[in-house]
C-alpha cells in the first residue's frame, strides 16, 4: 500500500512540474510570437497600447483584494516578457547576462538607501555633510581611518562612492576604485551597443514611459485614454482612499469601520497600507456601492479639517496605473545592465514633446509631483536616482530642467501636506550640492536669485515699512512657513562649496544673488519692534519665534555669503558698496524727525539725536547691519582695506549711524537685564536669551560688538561714550559732579537704584568688550584656531565637560563642525569614564592664566560659577585670588585706535567718579561689581600700556600714557585725588576684602610699567619706597592670614579629641549593651550570621555530626512605627516588603507556555527551569498589621487619584504592588520572619537511627497506609463511625498515627501572614486568581524558595564569589526569611494534600504503583525535588512516633536525590574521550565511578555509550554536581542556621571537599552507592527501565546535560554600526508586507528582531492589543524584558504592560560618551563593562525594580503608553 501511495504521490508531482514548466514554456512561446508580431509592425505604439488594453485589466485588480504574487507573475510573462525579447531581439535569459558583460562597470556607487540603513561621512574629507558612503565603500576606504560622523539614513539618498567632487582625498573605495583604470574622457555608453539594440530600446522605452507617465498623470476617475479604453467596459469600481499628512491613524481607522463596515484589524490593515503607499482601495463593486462608503468617509472627516480624499476609481483604470508603477520599477531595473540603456532611457525621458517648454517626460512627472500618491512619488523618484543622476551627462541637463521648473515645484511643495521625503522638490539636495553643478545653474539659470525671489514670495505678510510681519499667524500660515523653510536649505546647498577660481559671469551673477538676499534681510532689518510696557503688564504675548527661527534658519546663509565675499577681492569690495547702500536706505526713514541734542563731559562736547531705548521702539533684528560689520572685519582680515582703499567708501561712512541700532540693542540687554522690560513678558526675556544663545550669537550679539568697535575705531573715544552714556540714560549722573550723592539721598525707591547700579554695571562690561573682545580674525591678529582655544579655555574653566556638552556650547559651522578637535589636545586634558557616568575634559593649569572674568559669551550664572571655580583654584595653589585681565593679542590696524577708549578723558571720569563713591562708600549708591569691573578696566589699561611699552620700536614714543593719567588729581574746583591714590586709599578699606588681592596686583602693575617707563632714568625714591610699603604691607597679610589659621587648626583638634574621649568613656559604660547588640543582631549581614561559634570546629549543617548551634535571640524594629520586637513564635508577625515575579532568567527553553494556568500542575519542576517563581526584597521590616493599615491607605489613595487622574503610577496596587515605605522599592507582598523552624518542630536525634534502606522502607510503609486510608475514605460514603473502623482495617507500620493532628505552634498574626505570602506566590507564579485552599499554594511557595536559591548560586558563580562570602544584607535576609517561610508554610496548609505531594514527589525516586504520571529521572529538576521532599517531609514525620527523627529524613532525602542526580549526569553527559595524558590516573574515585557506569550500562540494555575513561567521568559528576551541591548548602544553611565553613567563605580554590563536608557526604560521591547498594541497585534499575530514558538514549529526544551552563544576554558587535546594519536588512516589517520598520528593536536576551511601535505589529494579549515588544517580553521573559531600539541606541526596560523605562545603552564614543538617538554620529564602540552591569541587573532579577526607581524619579516615564513598543 505504502509503495502505490509513494508512486501516486511523485506521479502528482510530476504532472505539476511538468504543468508548470510547459506553463513557461507557452509564455515564452508567447513572447517570442510578440517578438515577430511587433518587429513586423508599421505603428509599433499601437500594437504595444492594444496588447496593454487587452492583457493589463484581466492581470491586475480583479477583485476586492489584491494578489501581488500572482499579479507579479503574470504581467512578468505576458507583459514584460514580450518586451524585453523585442529589447534583447532574443530570449532575455541570454540577452541581458551579453549587455551586461559588454558594460564596463560604473566607478559611481549610487547604492540607494533604505530607510534606517547606516551612512557614514568622513568629516576630514567630505565636502559637505551630505556626502555619504554606504556601509560597503566605507569599510573599503580610506575614511575608516579619519573623523568619520554615522548616521542612519531616512531613505531615498544614494551613496557618493566614485564621485570626486564629493570627497577632498580618497573619493573611490577599493571596490569601485578598480573601475576608474579605464575610465576615459566622455566616453559615450552607446558605442558598447549594436545599432539594432539602440533603436529597438529607443522605441520601446519611449512607448512604455510615455505609457506610464500619461496613466500615471491621468486625472479623470472614470475613463481611460482612447487607445487604452476597453472593448466591453464593466460596471467594477473601486472606492480610493488616500493619504494626507492631517488625519490621524485612529481617525482613519474609526472612519473606515464605519463606512466600509470592516473589523477594527481590517481598518488597522487599510490605515497601514494608505500610510505607506498613499493609497488603498477599501470597497470593490458596482458604482453607487463605492460612490456610498466614498460619501460616509467624506462626512466624517470634514468635521474640522478638509476632508480625507476619497476617489470612486474604474477598476480598468487601477489596472493600469498598477501596472504603470511596476513599469517605472522595471524600468529601474533593466537600465542597471548597461549605461547605454540608462543613457537611451534619459534621452527618452528628457526629449522635449510637440508642445514645447515643459513637455518632456521628465517634467511632466515633476510638474504632476503634488498630485501624485505616495507609492508613485517614490517609485519614479528611484527611477530618476538610478537613470538620470547617475549619468554625469544628463545629470547636467535635468539639473537645469530642474532649475528653469524651480519655483513651480517649490510652491506645488509648499501647497502640498505630504513630508519634504515625499516630494521630487528633495532632489534638490542631490543637484545642488554638487559644486559644478550649483556653479552652473548660478551663472546660467540666476540659481540664487530665483531661490530667494521664491522664498520671498511666500512671505507676503508685510508691515508699513516693508518689513516682514509674523503676529498672529494662522495655523495654515504657520504651517507653510515651516514649508518655505526648507528653500533656505537649498540656498545652503548651492553656497556650500566656495569657489576657488571666480569668473567674471559668476562675481556678476553671484552680486545679483547678493542683492536679491540684501533685498531678504532688509525686510527683516527692524521686524517685530517692541516699545517698553510701563503701568500694566502686556496683555498677550507677541508672536516672536517665527521671526527667530528665520534668524536661525539664515545664519549660516549669511556667514557663507560672507565666505564667499572673503574668496574675491573683487566680490568683497562690491558687496560691502552693496551693503553700506542698503543700510543707508533703512537708517533713512529715520534720522529726520528727530531733534538733536548736544552732550559735554570734561570738555568734550558732541551733538546727537535724542532717542531713548526705554520709551521709543527698538527692535533685536538687524541683519543688515550686522552684514556689513562681517564685510569690514573681512575688509581688515584679507587686508583690502589697506590694498585699495581708494575703491572703498570709508570717507563715506557715519560712525553714529553705524553704531546706532547695536547700541539700542545693547542697551535694550541691559534694560532687561535691570528688570526695567519686566511687564514685557517672556517673549522679549526668550528674544535676549536666544540672542545671546550660541545658535544665533554669532550673526546677532557678535556682530552687534564688531559694528561697535568698527565704529568706535572711526570716532572720538569720548564723543562715543558720551553717546554710550545718553543710550545708557546715565548722563546725568556722570556729566553732573555730586549728581550720584544728592539721587541716593533724594530718591529713595530702591529699585530705580538698583536699575541705575546694574545699568552702569552692563555699560562698564560694555566698555570692556569693546577693548577685550579681539579674538575674531580681522579684529585682533589671530587665526581661527586661537578664538575656539579661548572659547573652549573660557567653558572649562566653569568645569570640567563631557565633549557633548563642550561641543554644544561651541558655535557649529554649516558642516557641523566646530573645530574644536584640532585645539582641545593643547588645552585640556582628558579624564576617562567609570561604569557609569561620561569621559571628561580637565583644563590644563598652564591656560588658566588666559582667563578672563569679564568674557562675552558667558552668562550671568556661568560668570559667577566661573569665578567662584577660578577663585577656588587658586586658593587650593596658594596662590592669591585676584583674577586679573589676561594679556591681549594686538588689534590690527583697522581697529588699533580702540585702545584709546581706556585713557580718554571721559573714561578716567568715569572711573574716577565710580572709585569716588567707593572711598566715601556710604554717601553713594554703588555696587562692589561696579568696582569690580573699574578694577578690570584699569588692568586692562595697565596691561595694555606694558604690550605697548614692551613692544615699542627704538625712538617710538608711545602715545598710550594711561600711568601718568591716573597719577594726576583732579582739576582745581574739586580738587578730585588721582586715581592712583583712590586706589591705595581702598586697598586697606575693610568692606572691600573681596577686592584687595586685585588692587594689590593692580599697583603692582603699575610699579612695573612705571619701571619700564622711566627704566633708563635714576631710580626714583618714591617708587621704591611705595614697593616697599606695598610689600611689607603684603608680608604682614600673609602672617595675619598665617596666625588666624594656625589658632582655627589647634582648636578642631582639641574638639575633635574630646568627642572621642566622650566615645570611649560612653562605650565603657555600656559595655553590656554593645555585646548584646552584637549578639542580637543577626540580620545585619551574612558574615556576622556565619561567624564561627567555636573557632577551629568544622561545621556540618545535616545528619548525626550536625553541628548544634546555640539559639539566637532576634530584635528587629519596624520601619513605620519604629517599636523594636523579638521574633519569637507566639509574638505578634514581623515582616520583610517583598517583590515575587515570574522569571526566565535561568530558562533552557523559552518556547514552552503554560497553556491553561487553572489544570496545570507544578509539582515537578523541568531541569530546563523553563519558568520559575523569584522573590526578592529590600530587606526592610514592619509589623505584619503596620504594613496592612500602610497598605490599605495606599488603597483608598489609589481610589481617589484614580478618580482624579486617569494616568498610571509606577506601582499597579489592583495587583497588590506598592512601595516600600523607607526606599520606595518595588514590592508586591510580604515575607514573615520566623525562627529556623526545625527547632521549633522538633528536636533533632540522631542515636539509634534506621540506615537509607530501612528508612526508604518505613517511609513506604508509612505512604502505603496513607494511600489504602484514602481510598477507603473515598470509598466510604456512610456514617462517621464507620470511617473509625476502617483505620482498624488498614495495617499500620509501628508508631505511624494517621488520625494525629499536630497542634500549629504560631500565633494567629503569623499563621495570616504565612497565608498571605503563600496565596501572592501562587498568584503571581502561576498567573491566575488568588485562592488559598488550592492545593498548589505550597509548592509554588517551595518552588520559589529553591529557584531563588539557584539564582543566587547563579550569580555568586558567574562573578566568582565564594558562595559563603559577604552577601549583601537584603539578599542574605531575604534568602533566611524565604527558606524559613517556606519550611514553615506546611504548618497553615491541609496536611493531607501535603502528604499527597509528598508521596507523589517520593514516587519519583521510590516507584509506587499508585502513580503512573510521574516523571522520569531525566524531566526532574533534582534541587527543586530535593527542597519540596525536605520542606514536605514533616508533614509525614508529624504522625511518625516510632523515634524518627527530623534530621535522619532530611539527610537520607539529601543522599537519595544526590544519588538520582549523579545517575542524572553520568546517563546525560557527554561521552567524547578526553585523550589528555590523566588516562592512568586510576583512583579510587575514578575506579567506583567506572564500576558504576558499567551497573547503569547494564541496566540500559547496553543503550548507553560505551565506556568513556574513569577521570573523565569523576570529572563529570564532580563538575556535574557542584552547582547542586552548593544550592543545598546555601539552603541547609538558611534552614538549619548552622554556619558556614571558614573555608567556603572565601573566593578561589574549588571548595568541592568542604562542600561535602558540611552536607555529611563522603568526597568520593559514589560511596553512597556502595553503602547502600541493594536498594539503590534496584532504583536505578527502575529509574533506567523508563521508556523516556531509553527514547533519550536511542536519541529520539534530547535532554539537559549538567552543569547547565549559564544564560547570558546575546553577544552584542563590538563596533554599533553592524547592528545598524543588520536592523536596516530587517527594514521591512514581518507582517505588514514591505512596509519598512520604523523602530527595529532587539531583544538582548534571545536575539529576535521586532518591529517595534507600529500598528502593524500589534497583537493581542489578554484581551488588549499591544506592540511588538511588550508581546515578546511575555513569550520570552515571563513579563519582563531588555530591548535595544537599534535607531535610537536605547536600552528599554519593560515588566509588564504598563512598566517600562530607557536605559543608558552599552555603546559608548571615544569620548566616553552614550549617543541616545544617534543625534551627534560619532562611531559608537561596545562597552563590555557597561554591558556586564546590564546582564547583571538581568541576573539579579532588578529590571522591574529599576524601572520603578526610574518611574519614581522620572513622572514622564509613567505617562509612556509602553504597551504599544
Not at 1206 to 1221: A, I, K, M, Q, W
Request: hydrophobic share 35%.
Amino acid at each position: 500500500m505504502t509503495v502505490l501511495s509513494l508512486f501516486l504521490y511523485l506521479k502528482r508531482k510530476l504532472e505539476v512540474i511538468v504543468q508548470i514548466s510547459s506553463l513557461l514554456t507557452l509564455f515564452e512561446t508567447f513572447s517570442f510570437l510578440f517578438l515577430k508580431k511587433w518587429l513586423q509592425a508599421t505603428d509599433l505604439t499601437r500594437e504595444v497600447y492594444h496588447h496593454l488594453a487587452h492583457y493589463v485589466p484581466r492581470i491586475y485588480c480583479r477583485g476586492p483584494n489584491p494578489f501581488p504574487q500572482k499579479e507579479d507573475m503574470l504581467a512578468q510573462h505576458i507583459l514584460l516578457g514580450p518586451m524585453e525579447w523585442y529589447l534583447c531581439g532574443e530570449d532575455p535569459a541570454f540577452g541581458f547576462p551579453k549587455l551586461e558583460q559588454a558594460n564596463k562597470p560604473s566607478h559611481l556607487c549610487g547604492r540607494v538607501f533604505k530607510v534606517g540603513e547606516p551612512t557614514y561621512s568622513c568629516r576630514d574629507c567630505a565636502v559637505d555633510p551630505t556626502c555619504v558612503l554606504c556601509m560597503e565603500c566605507f569599510l573599503g576606504s580610506i575614511h575608516r581611518d579619519h573623523r568619520y560622523r554615522m548616521t542612519t539614513s531616512g531613505g531615498g539618498g544614494f551613496c557618493d562612492c566614485g564621485d570626486t567632487e564629493a570627497w577632498k582625498e580618497g573619493p573611490y573605495c577599493q571596490k569601485h576604485e578598480l573601475n576608474t583604470s579605464e575610465i576615459e574622457e566622455e566616453e559615450d555608453p552607446l558605442m558598447h551597443l549594436s545599432e539594432d539594440v539602440i533603436a529597438r530600446t529607443y522605441n520601446i522605452f519611449a512607448i512604455m514611459f510615455r505609457y506610464a507617465v500619461e496613466i500615471l498623470t491621468w486625472e479623470k476617475e472614470n475613463e481611460l485614454p482612447a487607445d487604452l479604453e476597453p472593448v466591453e467596459k464593466s460596471d467594477t469600481y473601486y472606492c480610493m482612499l488616500f493619504n494626507d499628512e492631517v488625519h490621524t491613524y485612529e481617525q482613519v481607522i474609526y472612519t473606515l469601520q464605519k463606512a466600509v463596515n470592516c473589523t477594527q484589524k481590517e481598518a488597522i490593515g487599510f490605515a497601514t497600507t494608505v500610510d505607506r503607499d498613499g493609497r488603498r482601495s477599501v470597497r470593490y463593486g458596482d458604482f453607487q456601492y463605492c460612490e456610498q462608503a466614498k460619501s460616509v468617509i467624506v462626512r466624517n472627516t470634514s468635521r474640522q479639517t478638509k476632508p480625507l480624499k476619497v476617489q470612486v476609481m474604474h477598476s480598468s483604470l487601477v489596472a493600469h496605473q498598477n501596472f504603470g508603477l511596476k513599469l517605472l520599477s522595471w524600468l529601474g531595473s533593466i537600465i542597471g545592465y548597461s549605461d547605454g540603456l540608462r543613457r537611451i532611457l534619459c534621452q527618452v525621458g528628457l526629449q522635449e514633446g510637440l508642445d514645447g517648454e515643459n513637455s518632456s517626460l521628465v517634467d511632466r512627472l515633476m510638474l504632476s509631483d503634488s498630485k501624485l500618491w505616495k507609492g508613485a512619488r517614490s517609485v519614479y523618484h528611484q527611477l530618476f536616482m538610478s537613470s538620470l543622476l547617475m549619468d554625469l551627462k544628463y545629470k547636467k541637463l535635468f539639473a537645469v530642467r530642474f532649475a528653469k521648473n524651480y519655483e513651480r515645484l517649490q510652491s506645488d511643495y509648499v501647497t502640498d501636506d505630504h513630508d519634504r521625503e515625499f516630494s521630487v522638490a528633495d532632489l534638490s539636495v542631490q543637484i545642488f550640492t554638487v559644486p559644478s553643478l550649483a556653479r552652473m545653474l548660478i551663472t546660467e539659470e540666476n540659481l540664487m536669485t530665483i531661490i530667494i525671489k521664491t522664498f520671498m514670495d511666500h512671505l507676503r505678510h508685510r508691515d508699513g515699512q516693508g518689513r516682514f510681519q509674523f503676529e498672529r499667524y494662522t495655523a495654515l500660515q504657520a504651517f507653510k512657513f515651516r514649508r518655505v523653510q526648507s528653500l533656505i536649505l537649498d540656498l545652503k546647498y548651492v553656497l556650500v562649496s566656495r569657489p576657488a577660481v571666480w569668473s567674471d559671469e559668476l562675481r556678476h551673477k553671484f552680486l545679483e544673488g547678493f542683492d536679491a538676499f540684501l533685498e531678504l534681510l532688509k525686510c527683516m532689518q527692524g521686524m517685530d519692534p517692541i516699545t517698553r510696557q510701563v503701568g500694566q503688564h502686556i496683555e498677550m504675548e507677541p508672536e516672536w519665534e517665527a521671526a527667530f527661527t528665520l534668524q536661525m534658519k539664515l545664519t549660516h546663509v549669511i556667514s557663507m555669503m560672507q565666505d564667499w565675499c572673503a574668496s574675491d577681492e573683487k566680490v568683497l569690495i562690491e558687496a560691502y558698496k552693496k551693503c553700506l547702500g542698503v543700510l543707508t536706505q533703512c537708517h533713512g526713514g529715520f534720522t529726520d524727525g528727530e531733534q538733536p541734542v548736544m552732550l559735554s563731559i570734561c570738555g568734550h562736547s558732541v551733538e546727537t539725536i535724542r532717542y531713548c531705548v526705554s520709551q521709543e521702539k527698538v527692535s533685536i533684528h538687524l541683519p543688515v547691519s550686522r552684514l556689513l560689520a562681517g564685510l569690514h572685519v573681512l575688509l581688515s582680515r584679507s587686508e583690502v582695506a589697506y590694498k585699495f582703499p581708494e575703491l572703498l567708501p570709508l570717507s563715506e561712512l557715519s560712525p553714529p549711524m553705524l553704531i546706532e541700532h547695536p547700541l539700542r540693542c545693547l542697551v535694550l540687554c541691559a534694560q532687561v537685564h535691570a528688570g526695567m522690560w519686566r511687564r514685557n513678558g517672556f517673549s522679549l526675556v526668550n528674544q535676549i536669551y536666544y540672542y545671546h544663545n550660541v545658535k544665533c550669537r554669532r550673526e546677532m550679539f557678535d556682530k552687534d560688538i564688531m559694528m561697535l568697535q568698527t565704529g568706535v575705531s572711526m570716532m572720538d573715544p569720548n564723543h562715543f561714550l558720551m553717546i554710550m552714556l545718553s543710550r545708557f540714560e546715565l548722563y546725568q549722573i556722570f556729566s553732573t559732579p555730586d549728581y550720584g550723592k544728592r539721587f541716593s539721598s533724594e530718591i529713595t525707591h530702591k529699585d530705580v537704584v538698583q536699575q541705575n547700579n546694574t545699568l552702569i554695571e552692563e555699560m562698564l562690561y560694555l566698555v570692556i568688550m569693546l577693548v577685550g573682545e579681539r579674538f575674531s580674525p580681522g579684529v585682533g591678529q589671530v587665526n581661527a584656531t586661537d578664538e575656539i582655544k579661548r572659547e573652549i579655555i573660557h567653558q572649562l574653566s566653569i568645569k570640567p565637560m563631557a565633549h557633548s556638552e563642550l561641543v554644544k556650547s561651541l558655535p557649529e559651522d554649516e558642516n557641523k563642525e566646530t573645530g574644536m578637535e584640532n585645539v582641545i589636545e593643547a588645552v585640556a586634558h582628558f579624564k576617562k569614564p567609570g561604569l557609569t557616568g561620561r569621559g571628561m575634559y580637565e583644563l590644563k593649569p598652564e591656560c588658566a592664566k588666559e582667563f578672563n572674568l569679564y568674557f562675552y559669551h558667558f552668562s550671568r550664572a556661568e560668570q559667577s560659577k566661573a569665578e567662584e571655580a577660578q577663585r577656588k583654584l587658586r586658593r587650593q595653589n596658594r596662590e592669591d585670588t585676584a583674577l586679573p585681565p589676561p594679556v591681549s593679542p594686538p588689534f590690527c590696524p583697522l581697529f588699533a585706535s580702540l585702545v584709546n577708549i581706556l585713557q580718554s578723558d571721559v573714561m578716567l571720569c568715569i572711573m574716577g567718579t565710580i572709585l569716588q563713591w567707593a572711598v566715601e562708600h556710604n554717601g553713594y549708591a554703588w555696587s562692589e561689581s561696579m568696582l569690580q569691573r573699574v578694577l578690570h578696566l584699569i588692568g586692562m589699561a595697565l596691561q595694555e600700556e606694558k604690550q605697548h611699552l614692551e613692544n615699542a620700536l627704538e625712538e617710538h614714543v608711545v602715545t598710550f600714557t594711561f600711568t601718568q593719567k591716573i597719577s594726576k588729581p583732579g582739576e582745581a574746583p574739586s580738587n578730585s585725588p588721582s586715581i592712583l591714590a583712590m586706589l591705595e586709599t581702598l586697598q586697606n578699606a575693610p568692606y572691600l576684602e573681596v577686592h584687595k588681592d586685585m588692587i594689590r596686583w593692580i599697583l603692582k602693575t603699575f610699579n612695573a610699567v612705571k619701571k619700564i617707563r622711566e627704566s633708563s632714568s635714576t631710580s626714583p625714591v618714591a617708587e621704591t619706597e611705595g614697593t616697599i610699603m606695598e610689600e611689607s604691607s603684603r608680608d604682614k597679610d600673609k602672617a595675619e592670614r598665617k596666625r588666624k589659621a594656625e589658632i582655627a587648626r589647634l582648636r578642631r583638634e582639641k574638639i575633635m579629641a574630646q568627642m572621642s574621649e566622650m566615645q570611649r568613656h560612653f562605650i565603657d559604660e555600656n559595655r553590656e549593651l554593645f555585646q548584646q547588640t552584637l549578639e542580637l543582631d543577626g540580620s545585619s549581614s551574612a558574615v556576622l550570621d556565619s561567624s564561627p561559634v567555636v573557632s577551629g570546629t568544622t561545621f556540618t549543617a545535616l545528619g548525626p555530626a550536625q553541628t548544634q548551634v546555640p539559639e539566637h535571640r532576634q530584635f528587629v524594629t519596624c520601619i513605620l512605627c519604629q517599636e523594636e520586637q523579638e521574633v519569637k513564635v507566639e509574638s505578634k508577625a514581623m515582616v520583610l516588603a517583598a517583590f515575587v515575579q515570574r522569571s526566565t532568567v535561568l530558562s533552557k527553553n523559552r518556547s514552552k507556555f503554560i497553556q491553561d494556568p487553572e489544570k496545570y500542575d507544578p509539582l515537578f519542576m523541568h531541569p530546563d527551569l523553563s519558568c520559575g517563581t523569584h522573590t526578592g526584597s529590600c530587606g526592610h521590616i514592619m509589623h505584619a498589621h503596620c504594613w496592612q493599615r500602610f497598605f490599605d491607605s495606599v488603597q483608598t489613595k489609589e481610589q481617589r487619584r484614580q478618580q482624579r487622574l486617569r494616568l498610571h503610577t509606577s506601582y499597579d496596587v489592583e495587583n497588590g504592588e506598592f512601595l516600600c515605605p523607607l526606599c520606595e522599592c518595588l514590592s508586591n507582598t510580604v515575607i514573615p520572619l520566623l525562627l529556623p523552624p526545625r527547632n521549633v518542630f522538633s528536636r533533632l536525634n540522631f542515636s539509634d537511627q534506621p540506615n537509607l534502606t530501612q528508612w526508604i522502607k518505613t517511609i513506604s510503609q508509612q505512604i502505603k497506609a496513607l494511600q489504602s486510608l484514602r481510598k477507603e475514605e473515598n470509598a466510604s460514603t456512610t456514617a462517621s463511625s464507620k470511617n473509625s473502623e476502617n483505620l482498624g482495617e488498614v495495617k499500620l507500620p509501628e508508631g505511624f498515627r494517621p488520625d494525629f493532628h499536630p497542634q500549629n505552634p504560631y500565633s494567629e498574626s503569623i499563621k495570616e501572614m504565612l497565608t498571605t505570602f503563600g496565596t501572592a506566590t501562587y498568584k503571581v507564579g502561576l498567573k491566575v486568581h488568588p485562592n488559598e485552599e488550592d492545593p498548589r499554594v505550597p509548592i509554588m511557595c517551595w518552588g520559589s524558595c529553591a529557584y531563588t536559591i539557584q539564582s543566587i548560586e547563579r550569580i555568586l558563580s558567574d562573578e566568582d564569589k565564594p558562595l559563603f562570602g559577604p552577601l549583601p544584607c537584603r539578599l542574605d535576609d531575604c534568602l533566611r526569611s524565604l527558606t524559613r517561610f517556606a519550611a514553615a508554610h506546611w504548618t497553615v496548609a491541609s496536611l493531607p494534600v501535603v502528604q499527597r505531594h509528598f508521596c507523589k514527589l517520593f514516587a519519583s525516586l521510590v516507584p509506587n504503583d499508585n502513580y503512573d504520571d510521574v516523571p522520569c529521572i531525566l524531566d526532574i529538576d533534582m534541587f527543586h525535588l530535593l527542597v519540596s521532599l525536605v520542606l514536605a517531609f514533616p508533614a509525614l514525620q508529624c504522625q511518625d512516633f516510632s523515634g524518627i527523627s527530623l534530621g535522619t529524613g532530611d539527610l537520607h532525602i539529601f543522599h537519595l536525590v544526590t544519588m538520582a542526580h549523579i545517575v542524572q549526569i553520568l546517563l546525560t553527559s557527554c561521552t567524547e574521550d578526553n585523550s589528555m595524558d590523566q588516562e592512568n590516573l586510576t583512583g579510587e574515585e575514578e575506579v567506583a565511578t567506572l564500576a558504576l557506569y558499567k551497573i547503569l550500562h547494564q541496566y540500559t540494555g547496553s543503550a548507553l555509550k560505551e565506556t568513556p575513561s574513569g577521570w573523565h567521568l569523576w570529572r563529570s559528576i564532580r563538575a556535574g554536581t557542584t552547582p547542586f551541591l552548593k544550592c543545598s548548602a546555601l539552603f541547609f544553611h538558611y534552614l538549619s542556621g548552622v554556619p558556614a565553613p571558614s573555608d567556603v567563605q572565601v573566593s578561589g580554590a574549588s571548595h568541592f571537599e568542604h562542600l561535602c563536608n558540611y552536607l555529611s557526604l563522603p568526597n568520593n560521591l559514589i560511596c553512597l552507592f556502595q553503602e547502600n547498594s541493594e536498594i539503590i541497585n534496584s532504583l536505578m534499575k527502575s529509574w533506567c527501565r523508563n521508556s523516556e530514558v531509553k527514547r533519550y538514549l536511542e536519541g529520539e529526544r534530547d535532554a539537559i546535560s549538567y552543569p547547565r551552563e549559564s544564560n547570558k544576554l546575546i553577544d552584542l558587535p563590538e563596533d554599533y554600526s553592524s547592528l545598524i546594519n543588520q536592523a536596516s536588512s530587517f527594514s521591512r516589517c514581518p507582517k505588514s508586507g514591505g512596509d519598512k520598520s520604523r523602530a527595529p528593536t532587539l531583544c538582548l536576551v534571545c536575539g529576535a528582531l521586532l518591529c517595534s511601535q507600529s500598528y502593524c505589529c500589534q497583537t493581542e494579549l489578554e484581551g488588549e492589543d499591544v506592540g511588538a515588544c511588550t508581546a515578546h517580553t511575555y513569550s520570552c521573559g515571563s513579563g519582563a524584558g531588555i530591548f535595544l531600539r537599534v535607531r535610537e541606541c536605547q536600552v528599554l526596560f519593560l515588566a509588564g504592560k504598563t512598566k517600562g523605562c530607557f536605559y543608558s545603552p552599552p555603546y559608548l564614543d571615544d569620548y566616553g560618551e552614550t549617543d541616545q538617538g544617534l543625534r551627534r554620529g560619532n562611531p559608537l564602540h561596545l562597552c563590555k563593562d557597561r554591558f556586564k552591569k546590564i546582564q547583571k541587573l538581568w541576573h539579579q532579577h532588578s529590571i522591574t525594580e529599576e524601572i520603578g526607581h526610574a518611574q519614581e524619579a522620572n513622572q514622564t516615564l509613567v505617562g509612556i503608553d509602553w504597551q504599544h513598543l
